[in-house]
């Protein structure tokens, strides 16, 4: 079985542009949440995604948005890039909305110049 | 609200000797807690995870947490590290509050811990 499959792997962009960051859960996962980790630093809680609603937001301003398809698959859009915003966002699924243990991705690693 | 901490940033150990890895947590609520490994530019993989079982936790390749409610802790242990362990370890807390979780996981800063020949 696949796992969770993340795209593109690796993102140049330049300030001020757009992003979209793309996430594919394991079959049968209903629930995908997003987490954005800065160089040196544990994740940080972006988004969860459960049955295509927002469950939770962590603390990141309105450039940050997502949202879940009918597939369970799930896109993280970010406007206006800062440098700051240079991070690794990983996707995980879960087969539910409590926390049974997630499964991560692989990662996009951003980087903003 | 909920959190977590890893008392150390580094931890180094020679290969064949054991590995503790410590955690400590706070929560409002019956906490459901676990462990990450990351490998270099790789993603988190679940080692282990306690969720109101059992409170001594059995994980992949060898690794073992105990929760203590007295002592909020959930320290990771091996008893003979190999050189394949070297990577970064993340604790992490959830919580279920009046049966309801939104999924949120806090991660520690990490632990890296650097094994020698």
């Known amino acids: 079985d696949a796992g969770v499959t993340q795209s593109p ?12 960051l793309r996430c594919s859960p394991i079959s049968g996962h209903k629930s995908v949440s997003w987490y954005q980790q800065v160089l040196g630093q544990g994740p940080q809680f972006i988004f969860q995604y459960y049955e295509k609603e927002e469950r939770g937001r962590g603390n990141f ?6 949202r879940q398809f009918p597939n ?10 800062l440098l700051g915003d240079s991070a690794l966002y990983l996707c995980a699924s879960s087969p539910r909305d409590r926390t049974y243990g997630y499964t991560f991705g692989s990662g996009t690693r951003l980087t903003v110049v | 609200a909920q959190s977590v901490t890893q008392l150390d940033s580094h931890v180094s150990v020679s290969e064949g000797t054991p590995v503790l890895l410590r955690c400590n947590y706070s929560s409002s609520y019956s906490p459901s807690l676990f462990w990450y490994v990351q490998h270099p530019n790789k993603g988190l993989q679940l080692l282990l995870k306690y969720t109101s079982a059992a409170t001594l936790v059995k994980g992949i390749n060898g690794f073992e947490a105990e929760f203590k409610k007295s002592e909020t802790s959930f320290h990771l ?6 050189m394949s362990d070297a990577a970064e370890y993340f604790c992490v807390v959830s919580f279920n509050a009046g049966g309801t979780s939104y999924g949120k996981l806090t991660f520690g800063q990490g632990t890296i811990l650097t094994v020698h020949p």
């Open chain 2, 77 to 82: 242990t091996k008893p003979s590290a190999h």
């Open chain 1, 9 to 20: 792997t690796h993102l140049i962009k330049t300030r001020g542009q757009h992003v979209t």
């Open chain 1, 72 to 81: 369970y698959s799930s896109e993280l859009n970010v406007n206006a890039l």
């Open chain 1, 61 to 66: 301003p309105d450039r940050f948005s997502a």
